[in-house]
């Protein structure tokens, strides 16, 4: 299935997996992070609570619950723990094949993703496109949405 790439609010999308851009801690306190707690309400906050600290490379899923999707992928791409730091490209390559890995195993079919990174951390919104979408590629079975706030 294809790749592809819309402008747009992700909690807008349907989807059967939303991707959030977290911090280690779960704490949506801004960007995409907070509007997809937002517009997902409490039981997406709750379930975060009492999942803990999730390191930079990981991701946890949770309930979407009132975003139309299935679940939401907390992959963590900044640590305010260790001073702000953020994830790493060849880090983030790694975590996206196995999110999609993840993803592929469980049966879901489309993944809306935002930049991941793009935002809180400043990284390069081309170099995050390029690597979300040729791992996306890979999975003939995913069809993979990269969500630009629009």
């Known amino acids: 299935m294809p790749c592809t790439k819309q402008k747009g609010d992700i909690t807008k999308v349907k989807a059967d997996v939303i991707i959030n851009a977290a911090n280690t801690e779960l704490n949506h306190i801004g960007g995409v992070a907070q509007a997809i707690s937002l517009a997902a309400g409490p ?8 999942q803990g ?3 930079l490379g990981g991701y946890v899923a949770t309930t979407a619950g009132n975003l139309k999707a299935d679940i939401v992928i907390h992959i963590p791409t900044i640590d305010y723990q260790a001073d702000g730091k953020i994830i790493g490209y060849d880090q983030l390559r790694s975590v996206w094949h196995d999110v999609l890995d993840y993803c592929e195993q469980e049966g879901f079919q489309s993944i809306a993703v935002p930049m991941l990174g793009a935002g ?7 170099r995050i ?3 979300l979408s040729n791992e996306a590629k890979k999975y003939s079975s995913l069809n993979v949405i990269i969500v630009v706030k629009g």
């Not at 039981?43 to 009492?50: F, H, I, Y």
């Not at 809180?120 to 081309?126: E, L, P, S, V």
């Open 120 to 126: 809180a951390c400043g990284m390069d919104a081309k």
């Open 43 to 50: 039981a997406l906050s709750e379930e975060c609570k009492d």
């Open 129 to 131: 496109e390029i690597i």
């Open 53 to 55: 600290f999730i390191p």
